[in-house]
């Protein structure tokens, strides 16, 4: 429902019976998606594909792996969605019955420090995928019980949240993950320096042919317009929310000539890295 040209997703369009506390709702794809608010919280896991998500006017370029904590008045929207397949896992706090620390797990509930992004590895996914199925099957449910018992579901989610997520670009925490983990950790801590995926492959003593192709699977981008995208995201944000100059704002995201970084910010956003730095209303 839009109220004064805002979209606001409502609870009772998403949520099976009054009262009811948890849900998933399956985007299988994700397709483009206008910027909205909910009356809920939720919870974003991104399996495969790629898209642009829009947090409160920051873009982040998602991928396998990448998982938000999302408050009810968080704006968000997709854009530039490309084979995107995600589970968002939606809650009301208020019906929440459990006696559980929830604050604890649910960055952002209620006042609690809030980091929206994180990631989680292979061996994560593979753990919280068992749950969000049995999840979703007990939130279809139109029995006694089925309330308390996706309620109990959501809470073993939310602490194996926290068990495996990770700082998007700590390598340190996908030692024990999988190839493409440790190689998205590893672009995502290179955006102001230079990235050799063969230097990578070296020393993780790898074929760069084949861990190109399995990239290429699970993202739906190569190795280097994925690194391109998260630069200019970090770009973006950086012109939007500091007084750097273009100049300097072209160096921290790796690119060492400014009329380079010009024209591929323009190229990949539709207009000039000082266009986009005056829509936002930033004066350098």
């Not at 530039?80 to 019906?95: F, G, H, K, T, W």
């Not at 006696?99 to 980091?115: C, E, F, I, K, R």
């Not at 959501?154 to 670009?169: E, G």
């Not at 981008?221 to 750097?244: E, F, G, K, P, S």
């Amino acid at each position: 429902m839009a109220v004064s040209g805002h979209l606001v997703l409502r609870k009772e369009e998403f949520f099976a019976r009054p009262g009811q506390a948890v849900a998933v709702a399956d985007r299988y794809p994700q397709n483009v998606f206008a910027e909205h608010t909910h009356e809920f919280c939720e919870l974003v896991l991104v399996w495969r594909g790629n898209g642009l998500h829009m947090l409160n006017d920051r873009p982040y370029r998602i991928t396998r792996g990448d998982l938000f904590y999302i408050r009810a008045e968080d704006k968000h929207s997709y854009a530039s969605v490309n084979d995107l397949v995600l589970q968002n896992i939606i809650y009301c706090p208020e019906r929440l019955k459990l006696n559980l620390d929830w604050q604890n797990y649910l960055p952002g509930l209620n006042g609690s420090a809030w980091t929206p992004h994180w990631r989680i590895g292979s061996n994560g996914m593979t753990q919280t995928r068992q749950i969000i199925t049995q999840l979703e099957h007990e939130s279809r449910k139109d029995e006694p019980l089925a309330n308390e018992m996706a309620e109990l579901l959501f809470a073993q989610l939310v602490v194996s949240f926290k068990r495996y997520r990770y700082a998007t670009d700590n390598l340190e925490a996908t030692q024990s993950e999988a190839l493409l983990d440790r190689l998205l950790s590893a672009l995502a801590g290179s955006l102001n320096r230079p990235f050799s995926l063969d230097l990578f492959c070296s020393q993780e003593g790898c074929s760069e042919r084949a861990l190109r192709q399995q990239f290429r699977q699970q993202t739906g981008m190569t190795v280097n317009h994925y690194l391109r995208q998260l630069r200019i995201c970090h770009a973006q944000y950086l012109l939007q929310h500091t007084d750097l100059m273009i100049g300097e704002v072209a160096m921290q995201c790796g690119f060492e000539d400014s009329n380079y970084f010009s024209v591929v910010f323009n190229r990949e956003v539709g207009m000039t890295p000082g266009q986009w730095r005056h829509r936002s209303g930033v004066v350098a």
